[in-house]
């Protein structure tokens, strides 16, 4: 049985998504890549993918969307994965890190 946490790795086909997820795999973590194609679904400007995505997560290694709305996404999105409909899922409002649960407690 593998304890380790799910981390939702944004951006996970990216240049350092790929390789945070590569990372989390040699340590048998099993990341949820996520992606606006793949089958962990994410896209910053559809945020009905926002919620889905989030479902089971234990952290996330956030990456923006590298546009001029990437502050206020990342709030909002911080603020849903944080929240009690977002499963608790603790996330930080900074480019490229990961946040376990329980660490903004």
Do not use: I
């Not at 479902?55 to 923006?64: L, P, S």
């Amino acid at each position: 049985m593998n304890d380790s946490p799910r981390v939702l790795v944004l951006g996970g086909t990216g240049k350092t998504g790929r390789r945070v997820a590569a990372a989390l795999r040699h340590r048998n973590a099993g990341p949820a890549v996520a992606s606006r194609r793949g089958p962990v679904r994410f896209d910053w400007r559809d945020r009905s993918t926002w919620r889905p995505a989030l479902d089971g997560a234990d952290a996330v290694y956030v990456v923006d969307s590298q546009t001029p709305d990437a502050p206020q996404e990342v709030r909002e999105f911080t603020g849903l994965a944080a929240g009690p409909r977002g499963g608790g899922t603790r996330s930080a409002p900074s480019r490229r890190s990961v946040v376990w649960r329980g660490a903004c407690e």
